[in-house]
Nanobody, 119 residues
Framework: QVQLVESGGGLVQAGGSLRLSCAASGRTVGSYTMAWFRQAPGKEREFVTRLSASGGITNGADSVKGRFTISRDNAKNTVYLQMNSLKPEDTAVYYC????????????WGQGTQVTVSS
């Protein structure tokens, strides 16, 4: 079992940056595939990026490539999402998720953190 708690969201102007954190309790994040998803109002949840236990990174939407970066600090048992050059369309609730298996559904989810980008 692992508990995930996101933080770091907030209000930022377009072009700004935020770093989201996902602190895990229980097993080390290095044992899991960790991912970030987001859900904008009225839209379906969208896969943003993931980091495998072996360190491989897979990015989701083309709209975030080159702007968003996932990373992991095993000592702090925390996963990060660095978001640069933010756009109003990045406004969403961002969720951290974890799974033990290399593929398939995610087993654990955080409660989400709101990111709002003003134009």
């Amino acid at each position: 079992q692992v508990q995930l708690v996101e933080s770091g969201g907030g209000l930022v102007q377009a072009g700004g940056s935020l770093r989201l954190s996902c602190a895990a309790s229980g097993r080390t994040v290095g044992s899991y595939t960790m991912a970030w998803f987001r859900q904008a109002p009225g839209k379906e949840r969208e896969f943003v990026t993931r980091l495998s236990a072996s360190g491989g990174i897979t990015n989701g939407a083309d709209s975030v490539k080159g702007r968003f970066t996932i990373s992991r600090d095993n000592a702090k048992n925390t996963v990060y999402l660095q978001m640069n050059s933010l756009k109003p369309e990045d406004t969403a609730v961002y969720y951290c998720a974890a799974r033990l298996r290399p593929a398939g559904l995610y087993d654990f989810w955080g409660q989400g953190t709101q990111v709002t980008v003003s134009s």
